[in-house]
């Protein structure tokens, strides 16, 4: 027992630091070929879905006037932090741990991540990250599931309200997600979504503030679950949208997704679009990485580096900076990274 114990403590001290990628990264930047047509089939609408999505928007905008300004100001720390952990559960856990493999994570803090996951109603994580791995090998094509060439709209959130598109479900066949399927807490999750989606984002969240400190259930239920998930949920999708559209692309000009000040604030680090499509595999989709500041423009990549420290994250992947810089002067539209703070330089992309 001593002998295995020593061993995977020699593992992690190998694997804690951060591993740099040296290799050329160009097969995530060559365009797909598709034989698709010019044109995009009619829309089916799902009408279920517009229904659902338009309730909860008017639930959001009746907290938003009536019940936010009632609420204690426990109950609006408490949607703040719920937020925040289904922030979390999205962009450290389905995005970077599962969807590109960028570190690596303990059972705990998968449990952890997975739970935090289901809290931000965003389909189960095997579902989530099969979309986002057919979405970066076919980026702005038809088997994209929110094609940014579609419009604002169609990649906000008019993709969730039609019918995928035919190109979209053949691809998304092929994709492989075996190692997913490995997990036993995805398979879990997955195969008891609904009732884990019912507990840990509406139950507990109503519970918490009208048991713990009396707020009344009605402002419990509309500001902690309704008004944070449509937040949530709309920042998550700017990703999807304004990320694609609006912005820098200062290490690759021919690609649509781009740094974004407004979504790396709203989506806790997730703006810098550009870099991240051109670099998937790097764990902090930024090349900035600085103490203080991560706090304020990605708290994602605070909370893996703060996981890394008690051991439970490990195997962090960082992309060689000669290979940054050199991407940068190749392909890049000319602007700095920190031109992202800079609304003029923005440039938009049909």
């Known amino acids: 027992?001593?002998?295995?114990?020593?061993?995977?403590?020699?593992?992690?001290?190998?694997?804690?630091?951060?591993?740099?990628?040296?290799?050329?990264?160009?097969?995530?930047?060559?365009?797909?070929?598709?034989?698709?047509?010019?044109?995009?089939?009619?829309?089916?609408?799902?009408?279920?879905?517009?229904?659902i999505f338009s309730a909860l928007h008017i639930?959001?905008?009746?907290?938003?006037?009536?019940?936010?300004?009632?609420?204690?100001?426990?109950?609006?720390?408490?949607?703040?932090?719920?937020?925040?952990?289904?922030?979390?559960?999205?962009?450290?856990g389905c995005h970077r741990l599962w969807s590109h493999r960028s570190?690596?994570?303990?059972?705990?803090?998968?449990?952890?991540?997975?739970?935090?996951?289901?809290?931000?109603?965003?389909?189960?994580?095997?579902?989530?990250?099969r979309d986002h791995r057919v979405h970066h090998k076919y980026s702005e094509t038809h088997a994209d599931p929110h094609?940014?060439?579609?419009?604002?709209f169609f990649s906000h959130i008019g993709w969730l309200l039609v019918r995928k598109h035919p190109l979209v479900k053949e691809k998304g066949k092929q994709i492989d997600l075996s190692d997913l399927y490995k997990d036993p807490l995805l398979v879990y999750q997955r195969r008891y979504y609904k009732p884990l989606v019912l507990l840990f984002c509406f139950i507990i969240p109503s519970l918490v503030p009208w048991c713990l400190w009396n707020e009344s259930l009605l402002n419990a239920y509309f500001v902690p679950c309704l008004l944070r998930l449509t937040i949530g949920l709309n920042l998550t999708w700017a990703v999807n949208s304004?990320?694609?559209?609006?912005?820098?692309?200062?290490?690759?000009?021919?690609?649509?997704?781009?740094?974004?000040?407004?979504?790396?604030?709203?989506?806790?680090?997730?703006?810098?679009?550009n870099y991240h499509h051109t670099f998937p595999h790097d764990y902090s989709?930024?090349?900035?990485?600085?103490?203080?500041?991560?706090?304020?423009?990605?708290?994602?990549?605070?909370?893996?580096?703060?996981?890394?420290?008690?051991?439970?994250?490990?195997?962090?992947?960082r992309i060689d900076p000669a290979m940054v810089e050199k991407k940068t002067s190749?392909?890049?539209?000319?602007?700095?990274?920190?031109?992202?703070?800079?609304?003029?330089t923005w440039r938009i992309r049909a």
């Open 285 to 317: 989709t930024s090349e900035h990485n600085v103490p203080g500041l991560s706090f304020i423009f990605n708290i994602t990549t605070v909370f893996i580096d703060a996981m890394a420290t008690i051991g439970w994250a490990y195997g962090r992947k």
């Open 1 to 51: 027992m001593e002998e295995n114990h020593n061993t995977e403590m020699n593992r992690r001290k190998k694997t804690q630091s951060e591993d740099l990628i040296h290799c050329d990264s160009t097969d995530e930047l060559q365009a797909q070929t598709l034989d698709e047509p010019d044109e995009n089939p009619p829309l089916e609408i799902v009408w279920r879905n517009v229904i």
């Open 103 to 129: 570190f690596k994570a303990t059972y705990p803090l998968r449990l952890v991540l997975v739970i935090f996951q289901t809290v931000a109603l965003q389909n189960d994580v095997i579902e989530w990250a």
């Open 59 to 92: 639930g959001a905008l009746y907290a938003l006037i009536f019940q936010l300004k009632e609420s204690q100001w426990k109950t609006l720390l408490w949607t703040y932090f719920l937020y925040l952990v289904g922030g979390i559960g999205v962009t450290a």
């Open 242 to 273: 304004v990320a694609h559209l609006w912005g820098t692309r200062p290490y690759e000009k021919e690609m649509n997704p781009a740094e974004n000040i407004l979504v790396i604030l709203g989506a806790a680090g997730e703006g810098y679009h």
């Open 330 to 344: 190749r392909s890049g539209d000319g602007t700095s990274s920190l031109h992202v703070f800079n609304p003029f």
């Open 147 to 152: 094609n940014a060439k579609r419009g604002f």
